[in-house]
C-alpha cells in the first residue's frame, strides 16, 4: 500500500514561499485552517500531503481504518488522475468502518501556485444528510412494515415496460386481497394482524424471479407484476401454486391463523396499455372473487367491466341519496303469537331511488358499510324515527320497542357508538329502543362487549342479536353474550313443521336462552303452518314475518286506528283453513 499518510495525519501547513505574509497572519491562517469544520488538504505533484488540517487528519484516519484496505491506494491514484487531468472535480466518498458508514463530499481542485501544480481538496461529512435522504426515499418507496416496494415503484415499472424500454413481452399485474382481514385484526388484535401481513408478504413474495415485483399498496392489498409471461395459462399455474402455500396456517404469537387472498389478474396488452387500465380491471376481476366465495383468482373479461360500472352507478346514487336525504323508514312488527298483541317494531331502511321507486336493503346496505357511509345512514334513520314518533305511537301504541339495526362494523367502532349512545339519549326516550347486532359483534375482539355494552345499559337501551345461527353461532358462545333478545333467522324457521333437525336446533335455543333471561323472536313467519307449529310446538311467544304484517311506511301508518288493534282484528278474522295440520308437543306434527 502506498503511503501517503505523511506524519501519521497530524495536523500541519508548510508556508510555500511567501515572505510578505508577517509571522502574525501566517499563525492566524494557520489557527484558522486548523479549526475548519471542513477537512482540507493540499498535495504536491506526486501525490504527497502538504497541508493538512485536524478535520482532515481525522477524515484520513477513518480512511486507513475502514473496512477496505484499499481506500487510501485508491484515494492516491484518483489525486494524481485529477492533478494529471487539470479539471476540478467533486467526489462523494464512502467508508465503512464496522456497523458504522460515514459519507464525505469532496472537492477537488487542480491548482498552479509558485510554479508548483497543486491538489486543493475539501471534504465534508455528510453522513448525517444521506442516512436522512435514504430514510425518506425507503418511506417514499418501501413500506415500512412489510419492506416491500409501494405502489409507486411498480407503477413506475410497469409504466416504464409500456412505454418500451427495451422489452416488448406481455406481463401481468395481479390485484391481492387478503379474505376477512378486518375480523383477523378484530379478533386477535392489530399486532397480529400487522406480524400476518408480514408472514403473508414473505409467503406471496416466494419463487419471484428478479423481473417480478411484489408491492403492498395499502393494508391488506398487494399488487404483484409477474414479467414476462408467455400465457395466461403460465400465470395461472404460478397464482395456483401461491395459493396452495398460502393453505398453510401462520403460526403468530402462539396464535394458529389461516389466511387466504383472492386474486384478480389482468394482461397486457390484451386487457390495457396502461398502468391504470391494469390496475383498475385486475381490481375489477378480484372483486368478482370477492362476490363469488373469496380464496380464489379470476382473470377480467369484458362482462366484469360491465359489472364495475353498475356498481359504480349504485355507489354515486348511494352517496347523492345520502346528501339529499332519500332514505325512509319502514317498520315491521313483533308480534306476541299468542295475544297477537304489537310488543315492538323494527324500523327498516329503504331508499327512494331517481325515480321515486323503493328499493331494498340488500341493494345497498352493504356498498354503505364498505364506503364508510353507514354510520351516517344510522343516524339518519334515528332522526327519522324521532320526528315521527308520534306517529309511530298512535299506528303501534307508546309502549312499544323500537329496534334499529347497527353492522357489526359499526359496533366495534367506540368513536362511533358513543356518538350513537348520546344521540339515542337525546332522544328522551332511550329506554324504548333496541340495538340489533349481528353475533360477530359480541365474538371477535373488539369494544362492544366490554366498553359499548355499558354506555348502552347505562342510559336504558336494550341489546338483541339479530339472524342467530348463521354466523358465528355456538351455544357456548351465547352463554358468553350479554343480550335481552335472539331473533331466530329465518332460515331456520322456513317450513319448520316439515324439518326435524331445525325443530331440534329450535328447541335447543329456546332452552338455552330461557336459562340466559333472553327473549326469543322468530323471525320471517311467513305461512299458517310455521306459525301453528310454534303456537302447539314450542314457548316461543314472540315472531316477525310477512304473515302478520308486510313492513308499512310512515305516510301509510293511519293514527286514528292503531296498528295493533288492526293486527289482532285481522288475525282473528281469518278462517282456520281446512284440512290444516295440527301440532301437539307431545305427539309432535300429525296429518
Given amino acids: 500500500m502506498h503511503n501517503f499518510v505523511k ?29 475548519l469544520p471542513t477537512g ?14 485536524e478535520a482532515a487528519a481525522a477524515q484520513l484516519q477513518l480512511a486507513a481504518n475502514a473496512s477496505q484496505p484499499s481506500a487510501i491506494d485508491d484515494r492516491h491514484e484518483t489525486s494524481l488522475d485529477m492533478l494529471r487531468g487539470g479539471r476540478p472535480v467533486v467526489l462523494e466518498e464512502t467508508l465503512t468502518c464496522g456497523a458504522s458508514k460515514h459519507v464525505f463530499l469532496t472537492s477537488h481542485r487542480p491548482v498552479q501556485i509558485a510554479g508548483r501544480s497543486l491538489l486543493i481538496s475539501s471534504s465534508t461529512d455528510i453522513s448525517e444528510q444521506k442516512a436522512f435522504e435514504d430514510q425518506l426515499f425507503r418511506s417514499a418507496y418501501y413500506d415500512e412494515l412489510t419492506g416491500l416496494p409501494t405502489r409507486r415503484v411498480i407503477e413506475h415499472r410497469v409504466t416504464s415496460l409500456i412505454r418500451g424500454d427495451g422489452s416488448h413481452d406481455q406481463f401481468a399485474l395481479a390485484f391481492l386481497d387478503v379474505d376477512n382481514f378486518k375480523h383477523i385484526n378484530d379478533y386477535y388484535g392489530h399486532a397480529i394482524g400487522d406480524a400476518l401481513l408480514v408472514e403473508l408478504s414473505k409467503r406471496l413474495g416466494h419463487a419471484l424471479r428478479d423481473t417480478d415485483i411484489l408491492s403492498r399498496i395499502s393494508g391488506d392489498e398487494f399488487l404483484l407484476l409477474l414479467n414476462p409471461v408467455s400465457s395466461e395459462r403460465e400465470v395461472a399455474e404460478f397464482i395456483r401454486v401461491m395459493q396452495e402455500r398460502l393453505k398453510a396456517p401462520f403460526f403468530i404469537d402462539q396464535s394458529e391463523i389461516f389466511a387466504s387472498t383472492s386474486i384478480g389478474v389482468s394482461l397486457y396488452p390484451v386487457h390495457g396499455r396502461s398502468y391504470e387500465a391494469l390496475r383498475q380491471n385486475a381490481d375489477i376481476a378480484m372483486y368478482r372473487v370477492k362476490n363469488n366465495g373469496k380464496g380464489s383468482t379470476a382473470f377480467f373479461d369484458t362482462s366484469m367491466e360491465r359489472e364495475a360500472l353498475a356498481r359504480m352507478k349504485i355507489e354515486q346514487s348511494l352517496r347523492l341519496a345520502i ?9 315491521q312488527a313483533k308480534v306476541d303469537i299468542r295475544t297477537q298483541e304489537v310488543m315492538g317494531i323494527e324500523a327498516l331502511v329503504r331508499l327512494r331511488d331517481d325515480e321515486g321507486v323503493i328499493q331494498a336493503p340488500g341493494t345497498f346496505i352493504n356498498l354503505a358499510v364498505e364506503l364508510g357511509l353507514i354510520d351516517e345512514l344510522t343516524l339518519l334513520v334515528l332522526a327519522e324515527i324521532v320526528k315521527s314518533i308520534d306517529l309511530i305511537n298512535a299506528a303501534f301504541g307508546p309502549a312499544a320497542t323500537i329496534s334499529i339495526n347497527v353492522a357489526a362494523k359499526q359496533a366495534g367502532n367506540l368513536e362511533f357508538m358513543r356518538a350513537f349512545a348520546r344521540a339515542i339519549e337525546e332522544t328522551g326516550f332511550p329506554k324504548r329502543f333496541m340495538i340489533e347486532v349481528t353475533e360477530d359483534a359480541f365474538v371477535t375482539r373488539s369494544h362492544f362487549q366490554d366498553q359499548i355494552l355499558p354506555i348502552l345499559r347505562k342510559i336504558g337501551v336494550g341489546i338483541s342479536i339479530d339472524d342467530f345461527g348463521i354466523g358465528y353461532s355456538s351455544l357456548s358462545a351465547l352463554a358468553d353474550i350479554t343480550a335481552d333478545e335472539i331473533k331466530i333467522d329465518r332460515s331456520f324457521i322456513t317450513d319448520i313443521h316439515k324439518r326435524p333437525r331445525s325443530q331440534g336446533i329450535l328447541r335447543a335455543i329456546e332452552s338455552l336462552s330461557e336459562a340466559l333471561g333472553m327473549t326469543v323472536i322468530a323471525e320471517g313467519i311467513e305461512s299458517y303452518e310455521e306459525l301453528t307449529y310454534l303456537q302447539a310446538a314450542t314457548r316461543i311467544r314472540y315472531a316477525q314475518g310477512y304473515y302478520f304484517a308486510k313492513p308499512i311506511f310512515l305516510e301509510d301508518l293511519k293514527p286514528a286506528t292503531p296498528l295493533a288493534s288492526e293486527s289482532r282484528a285481522s288475525l282473528a278474522a281469518r278462517p282456520a283453513p281446512q284440512n290444516r295440520a295440527a301440532y301437539s308437543r307431545a305427539n309432535g306434527f300429525r296429518r
Avoid at 346528501?323 to 317498520?331: H, P, S, T, V, W
Fill in 40 to 53: 482540507v488538504t493540499v498535495q504536491d505533484e506526486h501525490g504527497e500531503f502538504l497541508v493538512v488540517n
Fill in 7 to 35: 506524519h501519521d495525519f497530524q495536523p500541519g501547513v508548510s508556508a510555500t514561499g511567501n515572505e510578505s505574509i508577517s509571522s502574525n497572519e501566517l499563525s492566524i491562517l494557520r489557527d484558522l485552517l486548523r479549526l
Fill in 323 to 331: 346528501l339529499e336525504k332519500r332514505f325512509c323508514c319502514a317498520f
